[in-house]
């Protein structure tokens, strides 16, 4: 992997005010330590860290900073970013060394297509994003790429079965999930088997027709009546 540089200013001022006074005039406040060299206040430029940080290599990139004519391999190790903005408002960098083994976060890509979990109406569910794999700063991944075109529904693919480079190791648990292929989703209307479905279907009919029924006979009746009560009216009349 190779090291890139970036310029640091040594001797900032500390505390919130000046701190934003840094990033108003474009630079990052951040500290440098590791390997007997006790915490230093440092600034460097907004911009080339930006550049730094969105290689390949993401978070993980080595940094040659270049200190008061010294440099120092360093990694970006602690980063704060605006909650709003997504700026980064702070890094902690640390001192590392090209032979020493360190810990880093790695995310986990999915490559490939599940056809056959496509096929049949399911879904590929993307567990675990990132790894915390261990290494020298130069063998580690960018990536870990998981190849799901062989995928099928009820699957799973775990930690075990990542394939990480000679010289990464992690000491993840081996059985947790990273993908798993998922059968469909199921609703509650296909949980209904389809002879009660026709059954309900029926009931429901009859219960509309019986309610038609019912409402006849008292319109017939009331009709009755008023026929009554007029052959009623006419006999008395004629009377």
Same mark, same amino acid.
């Given at each position: 992997?190779?090291?890139?540089?970036?310029?640091?200013?040594?001797?900032?001022?500390?505390?919130?005010?000046?701190?934003?006074?840094?990033?108003?005039?474009?630079?990052?406040?951040?500290?440098?330590?590791?390997?007997?060299?006790?915490?230093?206040?440092?600034?460097?430029?907004? =911009?080339?860290?930006?550049?730094?940080?969105?290689?390949?290599? &993401?978070?993980? $990139?080595?940094?040659?900073? =270049?200190?008061?004519?010294?440099?120092?391999?360093?990694?970006?190790?602690?980063?704060?970013?605006?909650?709003?903005? &997504?700026?980064?408002?702070?890094?902690?960098?640390?001192?590392?060394?090209?032979?020493?083994?360190?810990? $880093?976060?790695?995310?986990?890509?999915?490559?490939?297509?599940?056809?056959?979990?496509?096929?049949?109406?399911?879904?590929?569910?993307?567990?675990?994003?990132?790894?915390?794999?261990? $290494?020298?700063?130069?063998?580690?991944?960018?990536?870990?790429?998981?190849?799901?075109? &062989?995928?099928?529904? &009820?699957?799973?693919?775990?930690? $075990?079965?990542?394939?990480?480079?000679?010289?990464?190791?992690?000491?993840?648990?081996?059985?947790?999930?990273?993908?798993?292929?998922?059968?469909?989703?199921?609703?509650?209307?296909?949980?209904?088997?389809?002879?009660?479905?026709?059954?309900?279907?029926?009931?429901?009919?009859?219960?509309?027709?019986?309610?038609?029924?019912?409402?006849?006979?008292?319109?017939?009746?009331?009709?009755?009546?008023?026929?009554?009560?007029?052959?009623?009216?006419?006999?008395?009349?004629?009377?």
């Amino acid at each position: 992997m190779a090291e890139i540089p970036i310029a640091a200013e040594a001797g900032r001022p500390v505390g919130s005010a000046q701190s934003r006074r840094l990033r108003s005039a474009g630079k990052v406040p951040a500290v440098v330590y590791g390997h007997g060299v006790d915490p230093l206040p440092v600034a460097v430029d907004a =911009k080339d860290l930006r550049a730094a940080l969105t290689t390949d290599a &993401g978070l993980n $990139a080595l940094l040659a900073l =270049k200190l008061d004519g010294a440099t120092h391999l360093t990694m970006a190790k602690v980063v704060q970013r605006h909650p709003v903005r &997504g700026t980064v408002a702070h890094v902690d960098f640390q001192i590392v060394r090209r032979d020493e083994v360190v810990t $880093a976060e790695v995310p986990i890509v999915l490559v490939g297509e599940a056809t056959l979990v496509h096929r049949d109406d399911g879904h590929v569910d993307h567990q675990q994003f990132n790894i915390a794999v261990h $290494a020298v700063p130069g063998l580690i991944p960018n990536a870990v790429e998981v190849d799901i075109s &062989g995928l099928t529904i &009820g699957q799973t693919i775990r930690v $075990a079965e990542l394939g990480l480079p000679t010289g990464v190791t992690t000491e993840m648990d081996p059985e947790a999930p990273v993908v798993v292929g998922q059968a469909p989703q199921v609703s509650e209307a296909d949980l209904v088997p389809e002879g009660e479905e026709a059954v309900a279907e029926e009931g429901a009919e009859a219960e509309v027709e019986g309610e038609g029924d019912a409402g006849a006979p008292t319109g017939e009746a009331t009709g009755s009546s008023a026929e009554g009560g007029k052959a009623e009216g006419e006999q008395g009349g004629e009377g």
